[in-house]
């Protein structure tokens, strides 16, 4: 927990940056808790509990941790479940002890971010045990600006697997590329001619799969195919590349759609929508 790390994530600039924005760090009259430090007194000390009120999939409290210890180092902490543990409603996820103003000060934070990756942990695990066993379950790039590896992080604590992280890891030919190549063809001969190794296709119709497949394409996104369809297209590729269902998908889709064969689904609304978790954290003066 001490010693958490996600690649192309600055976790210390998170944190001071995240911090500096509720402190008002350089604005006019910025850069202190006016509530704590009127309130309560530097040496005050609490004991504290952070735990959740509904059943969920934990992700996040690393980075917890990491806000409180921003602003008191010798606070006691003791995070009592994994990451990515599924725990019933009334669980105690942390115990704290230190000074009172360092954790009135990171509470907000604290709590925001593990409510926000626990929730998206939680929906995420809802579509997994959805799909029954069927084809794998990935994220999509549809996450909030600033927190893609955070949220791509939490997907991960509830048993899916990264899409591509960003617009450099891998190439993704969508309609809008197909438009100004000419063709799902020539778009794909492009990418492969430019040196790109992997390149995933998205075709909206059977006619699309062997233009694609001949050019080079590496992976078919099949996008807004309803079942029958996409049992037809897996057939058609016939295991010469994974194939990924998309669009529209939801708890009440998924399991059909990945039941026709696909390798992969993916799901946009992991990130774009999931409900933040309900975690709380209270406070007892020592």
Not at 160 to 182: C, E, F, P, T
Request: charged content about 20%.
């Amino acid at each position: 927990m001490e010693n958490f790390t996600l690649p192309g994530f600055d976790l210390a600039q998170f944190v001071r940056a995240t911090l500096d924005e509720d402190l008002g760090v350089g604005l006019p009259g910025g850069g202190r808790d006016v509530t704590a430090d009127s309130v309560i007194p530097a040496e005050a000390r609490f004991t504290g509990v952070m735990d959740c009120r509904d059943a969920i999939v934990v992700a996040g409290l690393p980075i917890a941790v990491a806000f409180f210890r921003s602003l008191d180092p010798a606070m006691a902490i003791e995070v009592l479940v994994e990451e990515g543990a599924s725990v019933p409603a009334g669980s105690d996820l942390m115990r704290l002890s230190g000074n009172a103003r360092a954790m009135l000060t990171a509470e907000r934070a604290a709590l925001n971010t593990v409510q926000h990756l626990s929730g998206i942990a939680t929906m995420t695990r809802a579509y997994v045990d959805a799909m029954q066993g069927h084809a794998t379950l990935l994220d999509t790039r549809k996450t909030i600006p600033g927190l893609r590896h955070l949220e791509k992080y939490a997907t991960r604590m509830g048993g899916a697997q990264n899409h591509r992280m960003g617009l450099w890891d891998a190439a993704m030919i969508k309609d809008n590329h197909v438009a100004v190549a000419g063709s799902v063809g020539e778009a794909v001969r492009r990418a492969i001619a430019a040196g790109v190794t992997s390149v995933i296709c998205e075709v909206d119709r059977l006619d699309q799969i062997e233009p694609a497949l001949a050019a080079g394409a590496s992976h078919l996104l099949l996008d807004n195919m309803d079942v029958a369809t996409l049992r037809q297209a897996v057939e058609q590729v016939a295991g010469r590349v994974p194939t990924e269902a998309s669009g529209g998908i939801n708890l009440n889709t998924i399991g059909a759609k990945a039941a026709t064969g696909v390798t992969y689904v993916s799901v946009g609304r992991l990130t774009q929508s999931a409900p933040a978790a309900d975690v709380g954290l209270d406070f007892t003066p020592l």
